[in-house]
């Protein structure tokens, strides 16, 4: 049996234990997913952004500064028909394939989930969902 009140429907239970008309409420929510897939996601680690970050991850002074000295100073070139260009220096994106670049990229992106507020963020890898749900039609118009 089916009964209805203004917009939210009730459902009865099917429980015949003797409560007449047993009903249960249901909640009707609005939520809001934005899914995040970086491209070339190694890419997008900036150095002076990483090496600014706190280090609660047990990192030592010691290991951040021979992190820092990993990723600074770093050039890039390119080779076109045989013509090396000159070096331009590489303050974004670490190498994909590399230990150091995996670990680089994990402590980016890591704190996501503690600078997003009133949603809830699930991460893997590269792959990033972060999820809002309201029960007040009001909250997610905007």
């Given at each position: 049996?089916?009964?209805?009140?203004?917009?939210?429907?009730?459902?009865?239970?099917?429980?015949?234990?003797?409560?007449?008309?047993?009903?249960?409420?249901?909640?009707?929510?609005?939520?809001?997913?934005?899914?995040?897939?970086?491209?070339?996601?190694?890419?997008?680690?900036?150095?002076?952004?990483?090496?600014?970050?706190?280090?609660?991850?047990?990192?030592?002074?010691t290991a951040h500064d021979w992190f820092k000295c990993y990723?600074?100073?770093?050039?890039?070139?390119?080779?076109?028909?045989?013509?090396?260009?000159?070096?331009?220096?590489?303050?974004?994106?670490?190498?994909?394939?590399?230990?150091?670049?995996?670990?680089?990229?994990?402590?980016?992106?890591?704190?996501?989930?503690?600078?997003?507020?009133?949603?809830?963020?699930?991460?893997?890898?590269?792959?990033?969902?972060?999820?809002?749900?309201?029960?007040?039609?009001?909250?997610?118009?905007?």
């Amino acid at each position: 049996m089916v009964r209805s009140s203004s917009n939210t429907p009730d459902f009865d239970d099917g429980n015949d234990s003797g409560r007449e008309g047993a009903t249960h409420r249901l909640m009707l929510t609005r939520a809001l997913a934005v899914y995040l897939d970086l491209a070339r996601a190694f890419d997008t680690v900036n150095h002076p952004l990483l090496l600014e970050k706190p280090t609660p991850h047990g990192i030592n002074c010691t290991a951040h500064d021979w992190f820092k000295c990993y990723l600074s100073n770093r050039t890039q070139q390119v080779c076109i028909g045989g013509q090396l260009s000159a070096p331009a220096p590489a303050t974004i994106g670490v190498s994909q394939g590399s230990i150091l670049g995996t670990l680089a990229f994990i402590l980016f992106i890591n704190d996501l989930p503690k600078t997003v507020k009133y949603s809830e963020v699930h991460m893997y890898a590269d792959d990033t969902v972060v999820f809002f749900s309201s029960d007040s039609p009001d909250t997610t118009k905007d």
